[in-house]
């Protein structure tokens, strides 16, 4: 039995030492494309590759490592979606109830047309005036910090143009009304909530909701490419984060994101019940499940359960990756505009299952 034991042991670690090396060689060639930020693979919440590459700020030419802190734009929507199941599984949110009835003062049309589900999977049906072009965009995220009152009331109360839970369109507006909502069940701001609810009892000690005038020790910046080229780089210097909010402000670690990732996936934040309706997908609405998409995919000859949340902004991009049947978990984290991350998520998944 020792025998047997220590052979399978031994297969496991090659097995294991053969996935990391594919993985080594091929981040070797995306870092020859001027891929700047981290990749990191876990089985089961175990981590088994973690490597940090280029340069997180090129003002000082300050390097990548383990203390970098990563902006992650829109997977903060993972977390807004969190925390509302929590509520639902506390029975203080009904999915099917609508906006209305968590924010009455809400003066959109979609007030009360429009339902927490909705909302959740972009399709509560409003214009959605803050994605009005660039001089909207600019408008909206660039030109000022606004109260978050104010800002919902100037671009994120508009007239409905679909019927409510009948057309996918991605935004942010819907996950910042949710961010609203949560901020008026609790009673408490939603930074305290997040906080509160999922940082503290998860020990992500370097996670948290970014505001324009913080100094976060070691957080990275972005850069995006200057005419398509992969060197010549320029970083924007006139965006507010604080106008992202719910929907987009939240910075973290890939060990962070882990952890997070842990928490969903082994119902440590809410019961298995309360995941499995998180991440139960909408195939007429492009696989949309609460926070993530939702979907088979295959890889060569393996067929898997792919959930997965980007985020971008600002030459920053994030790709957080779970394959449910194979407890696989693959974070990649990029400040450049100068690699394709959501091709190159794929080139490392499939290098690591051997397709």
């Not at 091929?26 to 973690?50: P, W």
């Not at 802190?69 to 997977?75: A, K, P, R, T």
């Not at 803050?130 to 919902?152: H, K, V």
């Not at 974070?331 to 505009?337: A, E, G, M, R």
């Amino acid at each position: 039995m020792k025998i047997i034991s220590f052979v399978a042991l031994l297969l496991l670690v090659n097995t294991t030492f053969a996935q990391v090396k594919r993985v080594d060689k091929l981040l070797d060639s995306c870092i020859k494309k001027n891929f700047n930020g981290a990749v990191l693979i876990a089985k089961n919440g175990k981590i088994e590759y973690l490597k940090y590459t280029g340069i997180a700020n090129r003002h000082y030419n300050i390097k990548y490592s383990n203390q970098t802190i990563f902006h992650l734009f829109s997977v903060t929507k993972t977390f807004t979606a969190a925390l509302i199941m929590q509520l639902v599984e506390q029975k203080r949110i009904n999915l099917d109830s609508t906006i209305s009835t968590y924010y009455p003062d809400y003066k959109g049309e979609a007030a009360k047309k429009s339902t927490i589900r909705n909302l959740l999977t972009y399709t509560s049906g409003m214009y959605h005036k803050d994605l009005d072009g660039r001089q909207m965009l600019l408008e909206a995220y660039s030109n000022d910090i606004w109260p978050l009152d104010t800002f919902i009331t100037r671009y994120v109360s508009e007239k409905l143009i679909d019927t409510p839970g009948t057309k996918f369109n991605y935004n942010n507006g819907d996950y910042i009304l949710l961010g609203k909502i949560i901020e008026n069940v609790y009673g408490k701001p939603y930074e305290q909530v997040l906080k509160e609810k999922i940082l503290i009892p998860l020990k992500m000690n370097h996670t948290g909701l970014l505001h324009h005038e913080d100094i976060i020790k070691n957080i990275d910046e972005g850069y995006s490419n200057q005419e398509g080229s992969t060197t010549a780089l320029y970083t924007a210097t006139n965006f507010y984060i604080d106008n992202y909010y719910s929907a987009g402000g939240i910075y973290s670690t890939p060990t962070d994101l882990l952890k997070f990732d842990q928490a969903i996936f082994n119902h440590k934040i809410f019961k298995k019940e309360t995941a499995d309706l998180m991440l139960t997908s909408y195939p007429k609405l492009g696989d949309v499940a609460f926070g993530f998409w939702v979907y088979p995919k295959k890889f060569g000859k393996v067929n898997t359960i792919f959930v997965e949340r980007q985020g971008t902004g600002y030459g920053h991009h994030s790709n957080w990756i779970h394959l449910i049947d194979k407890g696989l978990t693959f974070i990649l984290l990029s400040n450049t505009d100068t690699v394709d991350l959501n091709k190159m998520r794929m080139r490392v998944i499939a290098a690591y299952l051997g397709q």
